[in-house]
């Protein structure tokens, strides 16, 4: 469960004199569920496009389900589902006819099971009963249950989805959510690109944080998010645990006090026995978006656009 | 993929919306003719449209002779021009090629759905001509049938139309590449169609100027209307073969050239 998807290599892409996307090594293993970050502007769908062989690299390896891309395209993007900024269809023919000549219109999906794959593509995103209307008279929500449908087509190994959520309203993200988890516990590796923080964060097992191009951060979310070692009391009056732990207290924010030390209990023990007022205690863990503003230097969203 | 091209083609409302209103104006033209009996004299207006009122099995080359400085190259640029940039357009293009359809392949397949709307717009022309030729007009082949002045035989001008429906198609195929290969450059399809037209109108503006004489035999408009040839008596080969060997040409450096292209570039659409 841990074999290498997707690798990239020191992966650069250079529109004239911009650098879109600056020698990324990017790792997913089979099973993840990678978040990758960024702020608009920062070269997240430039990345995408490169991994699908869409946009041609300027020089570095892309390596996805153990062939180089774009070369081996023809036999591994059939193993692969994608959503690329945002759902596209032909607005004229129904979604079931959509599906179907996406289907038609490459290798590695077998007639014989067309009608049933994409009959249960559409009962997966919650489109079983949708009927024959056109897809020009679809919501923006179901427009992008479609375009997940269509990734989820061939039943791929690897999901490449980019902002799945969008347009959906909250039951649905939380019924994306539940689709997308669902499908990783079967074996799916999902990579999802997003500028949405929370997104990530409940779905993501690991992150990779793209700024400007580079690759700030990339791993495990848990270890991310790992306690500091440091222990937050939460204290209407604050400066009496100064008093009382002296020399142990690293900051305090108004009624928040920050102590060094990894064992609430002792310290909770403590602070009661002198009689000081203590409203909560807990491991200091920093927060992911804590995380990835220190990581990618400016705010999410505010990246300078060069 | 090429049925699936196909299928998108044949399926379009446009496509048929394109057709139906290519076929309106030779309907109208010969419903004009019959209820005012004017054709024109031999030699003015638009080739055979003199001779129809004599013999209707003409039409269909009348039909063919009316949309074709105008209407059918613009049906054709329009379908031709949408082929890539307007996958691209909409969106499209990116989940094609990510399927993956294969660039050459999925090339290819619009070509041949473009090939397959030029020969089906051509044949209803002239199937559509054939039919009002024969309800509206005499069908009568009578004396001076063949631009020569001489009769020809009702087989012949079958078999003759046949080639002249052919070489209709092979000029419209050079309008097809041209916009097709602009369309393998832009993400509007309307720009590529526009291109498209734009070399023609270059072309027929060109033809007209005594100083291009020299590039005249280059433009790609020169040889069109030179399926009248094929009803002299005897058939006049010169401009025919000059003509097909021209868009040959310009159909196969535009075809390499819009390949060359495409499978190079970065989709960004």
Redesign the interface.
Known sequence: MSGPVLTTRALIKQYGRLRAVDGIDLDVRAGDVYGFLGANGSGKTTTV?ML?????PTSGEIELLGERMPRG??RV??R?G?L??????????SGRENLS???????GGARRTRTQRVAEALEQVGLGGVGRRPVKNYSLGMRQRLGLA?ALLRRPELLVLDEPTNGLDPQGITEIRELLLDLNRGGTTVFLSSHLLAEVEQLCTRVGVLDRGRLVLQDRLATLTAPTGSTVVHSPEPERVRAVLDGRVLAIDGHRVVVRGDDPVAINARLVSAGVPVAGLALERPTPEEVVLAAAGTGPDRGSIR | MIGVELRKMFQRPRTWATIAVLNALPILVAVLLVLTDLAPRPGEGPPFLSAVLRNGTLYPLAALAIVLPLFLPIAVAVVAGDAVAGEAQAGTLRYLLARPAGRTRLLVAKLVAVMAFVLVTVLIVAGVGYVLGTALFDAEPIAGTSVSGTSLTPAEIGGRTMLAIGYVAVSMLGVAAFALFFSTFTDSPLGATMGALAVLVASSLLFTLDAASPIAPYLPTRYWLAFVDLFRDPILWRDIVRGLALQGVYVGVLLAAAWANFTTKDVTS
């Open positions: 496009r699908l062989g869409l946009v041609l395209g023809r993007l059939p692969v994608a690329i900024e945002g759902p596209a269809h032909y607005g004229h023919l000549l996406l289907d038609a219109s490459g290798r269509g």
